[in-house]
């Protein structure tokens, strides 16, 4: 699973945001960034208003235009993309009519998040062209780096797996100029997940070790989260499915304490996997059901694609091929839509051999 980078988590400078902020504003505005990514993402929603109140009034302001950001992204964090996505859009309003550029640049980089999501590719791409701008204009290097990111991670979904490295490249390399390890554990959680599909399983776990060691030191469990399903998903495809189940619990346990229902989706598509491997296809078979709704509630265009396709492993395992057919047909329209070229090809392999006893 990719990690997308949609907002910043680390207080800029003062002189940056060109905003008066009291001592409380900055104290208020920490811990609710840091209970956005922990275990009470809900904080941050009741500590809102308290920000807004000493700050100021809700007059138009850099600030307001932030704090709306950062309420659109705990929503999105939490599997809540439609809710999420008016205070983008509002955080981004505010940011044009102020002339608020670094705002206007982090408002699109999240926009862009919601359409990755959804599955618009070309959408993503416009965003993030307009935000790297932007960025680059107001001297927003962390920005500038977590467009970087993005644009790697759609290059990959694309399968231009070169082109995709070199976006995680430099993004890496203006992470660890500006030293700022946690943006830099969300490119080497992507940079493992490109290893992965490469056949670089040796990498592939270096670059996720190092990653789960930076957001466990510093309390990142929503980045945990995604990396324990990268690394499960590491170990079903080689057969490591002991290990590969620990890492599923884990991620679903986060997931459940976050109250995130799209990353529950993803780690009980995982689950579902394990199970078939194990088996135990009937089981499969509702876990992924239950994938297949959240992941459809969160608008996770992509996860959803990747949960028929196991969806169809389970019903083919079960000895339902004909359902499983089916079902891989809707895969591969989903795939379609948003240009997943190499699924595109798995699935037509699926629908010519039937299933298979790997997990991909």
Not at 216 to 239: H, K
Request: hydrophobic fraction near 40%; aromatic fraction near 6%.
């Amino acid at each position: 699973m990719r990690e997308a980078a949609s907002e910043a988590t680390s207080l800029e400078p003062r002189e940056k945001r060109n905003t008066p902020l009291t001592s409380d504003a900055r104290r208020l505005l920490e811990l609710a960034r840091a209970s956005g990514l922990g275990d009470q993402p809900d904080d941050v929603l009741q500590w809102r208003d308290r920000e807004v109140g000493v700050a100021g009034t809700e007059t138009e302001t850099p600030f307001l235009a932030d704090v709306l950001r950062w309420e659109g992204s705990v929503r999105r964090d939490r599997g809540r993309t439609s809710d999420a996505e008016p205070f983008y859009h509002r955080s981004l309003a505010i940011a044009t009519r102020l002339g608020y550029e670094a705002g206007c640049a982090h408002a699109l980089n999240c926009l862009a998040s919601l359409a990755q999501r959804r599955g618009d590719i070309l959408g993503t791409g416009n965003l993030l062209t307009d935000a790297l701008a932007r960025a680059d204009r107001s001297g927003e290097k962390r920005l500038v780096g977590m467009v970087q990111q993005n644009l790697g991670i759609i290059a990959d979904i694309r399968g231009n797996p070169a082109a995709a490295l070199a976006h995680y490249r430099l993004s890496l390399r203006i992470f660890d100029a500006i030293h700022d390890l946690q943006a830099s554990s969300w490119v080497l959680n992507n940079l493992g997940y490109l290893h992965v599909k490469e056949g670089r399983y040796a990498d592939a776990r270096e670059a996720f070790d190092r990653a789960l060691e930076i957001a466990q030191t510093r309390g990142d469990l929503m980045s945990e989260g995604i990396i324990e399903e990268n690394r499960a998903e590491l170990g079903l495809i080689l057969g490591r499915t002991t290990e590969a189940y620990a890492s599923v619990c884990r991620a679903l346990e986060i997931a459940e304490l976050r109250g995130d229902g799209i990353r529950r989706a993803a780690a009980l598509k995982q689950r579902g996997a394990y199970e078939r491997l194990m088996g135990r296809p009937a089981d499969a078979v509702e876990s992924l059901r239950v994938a297949m709704t959240l992941s459809a509630v969160g608008e996770d265009a992509l996860l959803g694609a990747e949960t028929l396709y196991q969806y169809g492993l389970a019903l083919y395992a079960t000895g339902d091929n004909e359902g499983a057919a089916d079902v891989w047909k809707s895969a591969l329209d989903a795939f379609e839509r948003i240009a997943a070229h190499q699924w595109v090809g798995r699935v037509r392999q699926r629908l010519s051999r039937g299933g298979t006893s790997r997990y991909l």
